[in-house]
Structures are given as C-alpha cells and as structure tokens.
T-cell receptor
Framework: EDQVTQSPEALRLQEGESSSLNCSYTVSGLRGLFWYRQDPGKGPEFLFTLYSAGEEKEKERLKATLTKKESFLHITAPKPEDSATYLCAVQARGSTLGRLYFGRGTQLTVWP | NAGVTQTPKFQVLKTGQSMTLQCAQDMNHEYMSWYRQDPGMGLRLIHYSVGAGITDQGEVPNGYNVSRSTTEDFPLRLLSAAPSQTSVYFC?????????????????FGPGTRLTVT
C-alpha cells in the first residue's frame, strides 16, 4: 500500500505553460513533506520542506504548497532546464526520525 | 564540504560475488540511509542508521548488510549478488535534532552507484 502517490507520472509542457504536480499521502500524522528534483544519472537534489497545512515555499519558478492530504508543486512559466523528475517524500509521526517514504515521481519535460 | 560521497560510480558483478558499496558524509549528520532506485518503483529504503552503532532495516533489506562504526561512514554490503540486485543505489544523510527538538530535516543524497549483476 503506497503511502505517497504522485501524479501525473509524466508531464510534457511547452516553455511558459504553467502547471502543477500532485503528491497525495496517507500517513497518519505528518512530520514533514519533502520535494526533490532528480536529473538523469544523478542523486535527488533537495528543493523544499513543508511541515504543516497551509504552508508555502517558493524558489524561482517553483512553489510548493501543503494541505492535510496532499501537496502541490506549481511550476510557473517553466523553461527547458526545469525538465527533470520531481520526487515527493514524507516522514510520518511515530516513525523513526530520518525515515522517509518516497513517491514514484513525476517526469517533467519542458520543450522550447 | 564534499557532502555525501559514494564509491564506486559503476560496478559489474557476477552472480554470487560479494562487494561493499562505500558511503561517506562530512556534515556530521546523525542519520544515514541506503536506497535503491528501479524504473517504475521509486526510491526504496534498504537500511538506515540513526547514529554510530545503531542500524535498522527498511523496506527491502534482504541480501544486504550494513554497519556504522563511525558517524561519517555507512557501507552497504552485498553478501551474494543476484540479478535482482541490479539497480542504482543511493546513500543519503540528514541531521535530526535541533536543541533537542525532533525536527524532520531534509536528506542529502550522494551521486549514486550503478550496479549490474550478470
């Protein structure tokens, strides 16, 4: 039973076409939700941490938001260099601190 | 800081061989983890450690051993390699406490080891 589900699995956008990626989670009690970016052949690179519903974080063209059951990664006016796989992970209250559950990722392609 | 380093970058093994994947971090992080990443499966936790001398199993521990004798190093041992262990392996580390409060900190990942077992 997946605790973290990401959608869509793949997304193709034209440069400048804004969109959102979804991460829904079923853990009972969220300690933290994390977004990562992964380029081909490399390790995941940390983007954001969200701790409580209503929280938002921004970085360049990316904005992450959190509700009680899901998180969105909004991409505004994307550029081809934003092409990557975006991973969502959660840490649950009651689990060992440091243990993360990952979703399968959304592969984003931005074409010129 | 070098961050999280992993060696080797690539490795080919024959079925039944053993080997150790190395992982080191220079950030004085308490928590270290090993993941494997397979197409369509996402990142799956193999083993993790909450400090020197303390390790525990993750979701897919069979066929792997770990130990943590120092804060910096967290090697992953494949006891008898099988084709099902063909994967990309990532090591990660994170801090865990701030002034005694349990805060969930982000994990920093190494560049990965691509392992093929024939």
């Amino acid at each position: 039973e997946d605790q973290v589900t990401q959608s869509p699995e793949a997304l193709r956008l034209q440069e400048g076409e804004s969109s959102s990626l979804n991460c829904s989670y079923t853990v009972s009690g969220l300690r933290g939700l994390f977004w990562y970016r992964q380029d081909p052949g490399k390790g995941p690179e940390f983007l954001f941490t969200l701790y409580s519903a209503g929280e938002e974080k921004e970085k360049e063209r990316l904005k992450a938001t959190l509700t009680k059951k899901e998180s969105f990664l909004h991409i505004t006016a994307p550029k081809p260099e934003d092409s990557a796989t975006y991973l969502c992970a959660v840490q649950a209250r009651g689990s060992t601190l440091g243990r993360l559950y990952f979703g399968r990722g959304t592969q984003l392609t931005v074409w010129p | 800081n070098a961050g999280v380093t992993q060696t080797p970058k690539f490795q080919v093994l024959k079925t039944g061989q053993s080997m150790t994947l190395q992982c080191a971090q220079d950030m004085n992080h308490e928590y270290m983890s090993w993941y494997r990443q397979d197409p369509g499966m996402g990142l799956r936790l193999i083993h993790y450690s909450v400090g020197a001398g303390i390790t525990d199993q993750g979701e897919v521990p069979n066929g792997y051993n770990v130990s943590r004798s120092t804060t910096e190093d967290f090697p992953l041992r494949l006891l008898s390699a099988a084709p099902s262990q063909t994967s990309v392996y990532f090591c990660a580390s994170s801090s865990g406490t701030s002034g005694g409060a349990e805060i969930s900190y982000e994990q920093y990942f190494g560049p990965g080891t691509r392992l093929t077992v024939t």
